[in-house]
């Protein structure tokens, strides 16, 4: 299986913060990464897929980075409603895979 | 707009089997495009992939729940099905069921989920 690790695993930061998100896979993944974003109590929402591509709907304050191994979530200026826990998952190979998450908390 | 719904016991004795459906509304489940999955979530934990089913009835699990995981569709009513047997403490969780984008293989939609607790 391949594993997912992301850092940190919490933040704190103020509003209009750029905030960056890290995820390491095992092995090379190419662009098959994507990100969710899981607010209190809810289910997660698709923001970016292969890597870099946002998600329709999604504000373009996100964005995301790769290929390979090690891949970016950035939030170009955090906003209140950001609050929420962040998750990568590889999408290369069964079994599908997330990381362990990142919870982002506003200061 | 697609949308997806779980439901299904919320509490589950111990060695019994949970067994939920999702129901897809606003389109079709029988998209070449598209899998249904399920996918949990231990509370205060992160997210496992449980296994997924195309509509012709072809399924993928995750091996390590592999033997006692069961996927199935019902075209007709435009709904697929978990059963997981055997359950423990361990198989308490919010269980969510999703669509899965064939290739790039992401979950763009996600039901609300639904918690199951095992216990006596």
């Known amino acids: 299986d391949i594993q997912m690790t992301q850092s940190p695993s919490s933040l704190s930061a103020s509003v209009g913060d750029r905030v960056t998100i890290t995820c390491r896979a095992s092995?090379?993944?190419?662009?098959?990464l994507n990100w969710y974003q899981q607010k209190p109590g809810k289910a997660p929402k698709l923001l970016i897929y292969?890597?870099?591509s946002l998600q329709s709907g999604v504000p373009s304050r996100f964005s995301g980075s790769g290929p390979g191994t090690d891949f970016t979530l950035t939030i170009s200026s955090l906003q209140p409603e950001d609050l929420a826990t962040y998750y990568c998952?590889?999408?290369?190979?069964?079994?599908?895979?997330f990381g362990q998450g990142t919870k982002v908390e506003i200061k | 707009q697609l949308q997806l719904q779980e439901s299904g016991p919320g509490l589950v004795k111990p060695s019994e089997t949970l067994s939920l459906t999702c129901t897809v509304s606003?389109?079709?489940?029988?998209?070449?495009?598209?899998?249904w999955g399920w996918i949990r979530q231990p509370p205060g934990k992160g997210l496992e992939w449980i296994g997924s089913i195309y509509y012709s009835g072809s399924t993928y699990y995750n091996s390590s729940l592999k033997s006692r995981v069961t996927i199935s569709v019902d075209t007709s009513k435009n709904q697929f099905s978990l059963k997981l047997s055997s359950v423990t403490a361990a198989d308490t969780a919010v269980y969510y069921c999703a669509r899965r984008k064939s290739g790039d293989n992401y979950f763009d939609y996600w039901g609300q989920g639904t918690l199951v607790t095992v216990s006596s």
């Open positions: 092995q090379s993944i190419s662009s098959y």
């Open positions: 998952q590889q999408s290369y190979s069964t079994p599908w895979t």
């Open positions: 606003g389109g079709s489940i029988s998209s070449s495009s598209y899998y």
């Open positions: 292969a890597a870099s």
